[in-house]
């Protein structure tokens, strides 16, 4: 997606924002009228079977034959009140894309969810930038449908237990779930960490302009993103107990990390309010090479353009 100035970018986003105000209305009423028809799925699933040893998990084909074109699904039994985006950020991770697919999609359907899976690729030979590629994400998904809230996954950490919920967090309490990961012995990350996985409201994250542009390397896009979000007096929640935030997360090669995080970081804490309104989503520039509904996911590969 390309903008000739920075000003029809800002009627985008304003458009944008507009869009989703009378989508959110309309999808209320529409949601309030299709409970009284059907009963409304229970705020704790009775599917739940809690922790998983993953090392010993197999994948559950029969429910992955619930999911429709595109990495949608939908109960059949109860209506959910909450539409879910999970957002994968991706680049030359086959093995481990296929078996985040097929464990994420039984797990949250014991949850009894409404969600679509888009997998944003990075094509080209850039630095990886994941805080682009989740603001491409943001904005795609919303192309396709209205969405209650986001939730930005890595691709290479699973929930290990099902009572970890991925339902949407309350507006204005953006919510941190990959607290406790094996390979950090399950202690649990510094409490202003928001990496990994961690759900955000559709008003949050379009208040703070979504995450930065300018992080091009592993780190600091996450960090960013929590300053931001204090910055606006929204308080970062995490389940408890401990435990059931736990995640595996597959084994590989250390990505290399942005050796002018820091710096950036930094620096966009100088002067946050003036940064966040102009670096994020109303400054993203990218074009899209495919756009397709595979089985699991919605995967978007996309060129991303400094």
Same mark, same amino acid.
């Given at each position: +997606?390309?903008?000739?100035?920075? &000003?029809?970018?800002l009627?985008?986003?304003?458009?944008?924002?507009?869009?989703?105000t009378?989508?959110?209305?309309?999808?209320?009423?529409? #949601?309030?009228?299709?409970?009284?028809?059907?009963?409304?799925?229970?705020?704790?699933?009775?599917?739940?079977?809690?922790?998983?040893?993953?090392?010993?998990?197999?994948?559950?084909?029969?429910?992955?034959?619930?999911?429709?074109?595109?990495?949608?699904?939908?109960?059949?039994?109860?209506?959910?009140?909450?539409?879910?985006?999970?957002?994968v950020?991706?680049?030359?991770?086959?093995?481990?894309?296929?078996?985040?697919?097929?464990?994420?999609?039984?797990?949250?359907?014991?949850?009894?969810?409404?969600?679509?899976?888009?997998?944003?690729?990075?094509?080209?030979?850039?630095?990886?930038?994941?805080?682009?590629?989740?603001?491409?994400?943001?904005?795609?998904?919303?192309?396709? #449908?209205?969405?209650?809230?986001?939730?930005?996954?890595?691709?290479?950490?699973?929930?290990?237990?099902? #009572?970890?919920?991925?339902?949407?967090?309350?507006?204005?309490?953006?919510?941190?779930?990959?607290?406790?990961?094996?390979?950090?012995?399950?202690?649990?990350?510094?409490?202003?960490?928001?990496?990994?996985?961690s759900?955000?409201?559709?008003?949050?994250?379009?208040?703070?302009?979504?995450?930065?542009?300018?992080?091009?390397?592993?780190?600091?896009?996450?960090?960013?993103? &929590?300053?931001?979000?204090c910055?606006?007096?929204?308080?970062?929640?995490?389940?408890?107990?401990?435990?059931?935030?736990?995640? +595996? +997360?597959?084994?590989?090669?250390?990505?290399?990390?942005?050796?002018?995080?820091?710096?950036?970081?930094?620096?966009?804490?100088k002067?946050?309010?003036?940064?966040? +309104?102009?670096?994020?989503?109303?400054?993203?520039?990218?074009?899209?090479?495919?756009?397709?509904?595979?089985?699991?996911?919605?995967?978007?590969?996309?060129?991303?353009?400094?």
């Open positions: +997606m390309a903008f000739r100035s920075r &000003f029809q970018h009627i985008f986003i304003c458009l944008l924002w507009t869009i989703l009378i989508s959110f209305h309309n999808s209320g009423v529409s #949601r309030l009228i299709q409970i009284k028809e059907s009963q409304s799925c229970p705020l704790t699933s009775p599917l739940l079977i809690g922790w998983t040893n993953i090392s010993n998990w197999m994948e559950d084909y029969d429910k992955q034959k619930l999911v429709e074109l595109g990495g949608s699904y939908k109960p059949v039994d109860c209506n959910p009140n909450q539409a879910i985006a999970i957002v950020p991706y680049r030359n991770r086959d093995h481990q894309l296929n078996i985040f697919l097929c464990y994420i999609h039984p797990f949250l359907q014991r949850q009894q969810l409404d969600y679509t899976i888009f997998v944003v690729e990075q094509t080209g030979r850039s630095a990886f930038n994941r805080g682009m590629l989740l603001n491409v994400g943001f904005i795609e998904a919303l192309r396709r #449908r209205s969405f209650d809230c986001f939730i930005f996954h890595d691709v290479d950490l699973l929930p290990e237990d099902d #009572r970890n919920s991925y339902a949407c967090p309350e507006v204005g309490k953006p919510r941190h779930l990959s607290v406790a990961i094996n390979t950090f012995g399950y202690r649990p990350i510094g409490v202003n960490h928001f990496g990994g996985v759900s955000v409201s559709t008003t949050d994250f379009v208040a703070v302009n979504g995450f930065s542009n300018k992080f091009w390397g592993w780190g600091g896009e996450d960090d960013d993103l &929590f300053n931001r979000l910055s606006r007096n929204f308080s970062v929640q995490r389940h408890q107990p401990l435990r059931q935030t736990r995640y +595996m +997360m597959l084994a590989h090669e250390p990505a290399k990390p942005n050796s002018d995080r820091k710096r950036i970081l930094r620096d966009n804490k002067n946050l309010p003036v940064t966040m +309104m102009t670096d994020g989503l109303i400054s993203l520039k990218y074009r899209i090479i495919s756009n397709n509904l595979k089985r699991f996911c919605t995967h978007i590969i996309v060129e991303l353009q400094r």
